[in-house]
């Protein structure tokens, strides 16, 4: 059976001639602006991959999620906005903290990759020398280095240095508040991770804290004095936590749109 290639292919374009030049038929053409940016392609056409892959129903429900933060953004007072709020810490964290990264940190490995995807939504957009009249930018960060992996993985690789190194380093972390797969107390083990490395990470441990752990479990301080220490971590590291109910479409739609 001989089949002609321009009527089985799909293209997205914003150019019905370059469509037709290329030798595909324009009724299998999804046409989107001109001016929708790579880091904004999902919400449009382009995201009917996406549709074939989760089903059409919870694709509405990722655009109505976008959709409703959209409008929180625009409606919300300042000091409830929580879009304007997360900019607002960015901006204090990267210009007068003179943070360099920002590490994405989700407890979820459904969104195990949204640190690689959400790099292209910051770094791309805020990936400029220049401000909107083409003027040089030199007094001030424009963004920073986007990063990160799933919590309990990075707990045993790079969360040394969030907490004791000399490299200030800002952590978005993400959970939802119930599992797609509950398995006896998995959950509730993961979430209490969640809560203690942002509590630990604002609050720190003093020297006499570790002292107290140390004795309560029988050592002598003579023995561990030169331990105490590496045990010491100052706090005062800057977190955002973000948590949602669970992970639907829905939540992942707003979360795309304010971190």
């Not at 933060?69 to 901006?91: C, W, Y």
């Not at 971590?233 to 939540?251: C, D, E, M, R, W």
Request: proline share 4%; with cysteine; net charge negative.
């Amino acid at each position: 059976m001989k089949v002609r290639l321009q009527n089985i292919l799909l293209h997205y374009q914003p150019n019905a001639k370059d469509v037709e030049k290329f030798g595909i038929d324009t009724n299998n053409m999804f046409e989107f602006w001109d001016w929708v940016g790579g880091r904004y392609s999902l919400w449009s056409a382009i995201g009917l991959s996406i549709a074939l892959s989760i089903g059409f129903e919870n694709f509405e429900e990722l655009l109505n999620g976008a959709h409703e933060m959209d409008k929180h953004f625009r409606s919300a007072p300042i000091e409830q906005n929580i879009p304007t709020t997360l900019a607002l810490v960015g901006l204090w964290n990267s210009n007068f903290l003179g943070a360099q990264t920002e590490a994405i940190l989700p407890y979820d490995q459904y969104l195990h990759r949204f640190a690689a995807y959400f790099q292209q939504g910051n770094m791309e957009s805020n990936g400029k020398y220049v401000d909107r009249d083409g003027n040089v930018i030199n007094n001030y960060q424009t963004g920073p280095i986007i990063w990160g992996e799933p919590g309990t993985n990075g707990q045993h690789a790079f969360y040394q240095l969030i907490h004791q190194g000399t490299t200030l380093i800002p952590c978005d972390f993400i959970a939802p508040a119930q599992s797609h797969n509950p398995l006896a107390d998995h959950h509730n083990k993961l979430l209490s991770n969640f809560f203690a490395q942002t509590e630990a990470l604002a609050f720190g441990k003093t020297k006499e804290e570790v002292e107290a752990e140390f004795i309560k479990a029988g050592k002598s301080l003579d023995d561990v004095k030169n331990i105490v220490p590496f045990k010491v971590f100052t706090g005062n590291k800057p977190t955002n936590s973000i948590l949602v109910q669970k992970n639907h479409a829905i939540y992942l739609g707003c979360i795309n749109c304010y971190v």
